[in-house]
Structures are given as structure tokens and as C-alpha cells.
């Protein structure tokens, strides 16, 4: 069983950065799918990245240019670097893991509910 710990969040004023971090303990895979997804109050969850074991990534179109996804597989830890954040990206932030979704598809970010490991989330809030 794969847990996943969410941590890096706060307050930032807009225009700065945050880098979230996503520690995985327990069994781990040797292919999957991870993924940040983020869920504003009184909005749906939406995936904002997306990262394979091919070192594929996938990006919401709103987050294109401005946050990077990346995996350290020695440290079992995933990373999402946020720069330029805006107000809107107040959000709740997830991470997500699955041995068999498929990143390549074009549904990924509406499948938070299919991922077999989510975890709890960290707060991000960007001020202007």
C-alpha cells in the first residue's frame, strides 16, 4: 500500500513561488501515473499536472509555463514548482498516484476519483 504526505503550502503574495512536495511511503510502483490536482472552494477538483514513470508530463492549460512537475525517484518524493502564482490559484493541492491510469489521456485531470492513492492535500493561498 503507497501513502502519500502533501506539504509546502502557505501564503504567498502573487506573483511569487511555492514548491509543494508529495513524500510516498510504503510499496512502491514501478510504473505509474502521479498527478497534482487542486480544488477551490465552491469548485470541482481539477488536475494541474501530471508526471508518468517515462518522465512524461501533462499540464492544465492555465498552469502552462509557470509550474513544473517533477519526480525524485531516489527520494520517493514528487515536486510541483509554482512560480508567477496568481490569486486564482487558491486552492486545497493534492497529489495522486496510480500503477495503472494512463497520463496520456486526455480525460487525466478529471480522474481524481480513479487514482488508487490520494493524499490529503496542502493549502495554498496566493494574495494580491
Known amino acids: 500500500q503507497v501513502q502519500l504526505v502533501e506539504s509546502g503550502g502557505g501564503s504567498v503574495q502573487a506573483g511569487g513561488s511555492l514548491r509543494l512536495s508529495c513524500a510516498a511511503s510504503g510499496s512502491k510502483y514501478s510504473r505509474y501515473c502521479m498527478a497534482w490536482f487542486r480544488q477551490a472552494p465552491g469548485k470541482e477538483r481539477e488536475g494541474v499536472a501530471a508526471?508518468?514513470?517515462?518522465?512524461?508530463?501533462r499540464y492544465t492549460d492555465s498552469v502552462k509555463g509557470r509550474f513544473t512537475i517533477s519526480i525524485d525517484n531516489a527520494k520517493n518524493t514528487l515536486y510541483l514548482q509554482m512560480n508567477s502564482l496568481k490569486p486564482e490559484d487558491t486552492a486545497m493541492y493534492y497529489c495522486?498516484?496510480?500503477?495503472?491510469?494512463?497520463?496520456?489521456?486526455?480525460?487525466?485531470?478529471?480522474?481524481?476519483?480513479?487514482?488508487?492513492?490520494r493524499g490529503q492535500g496542502t493549502q495554498v493561498t496566493v494574495f494580491s
Open positions: 508526471i508518468n514513470s517515462d518522465g512524461n508530463t
Open positions: 495522486a498516484a496510480d500503477p495503472l491510469l494512463r497520463c496520456s489521456l486526455s480525460s487525466w485531470s478529471r480522474l481524481w476519483n480513479y487514482f488508487a492513492t
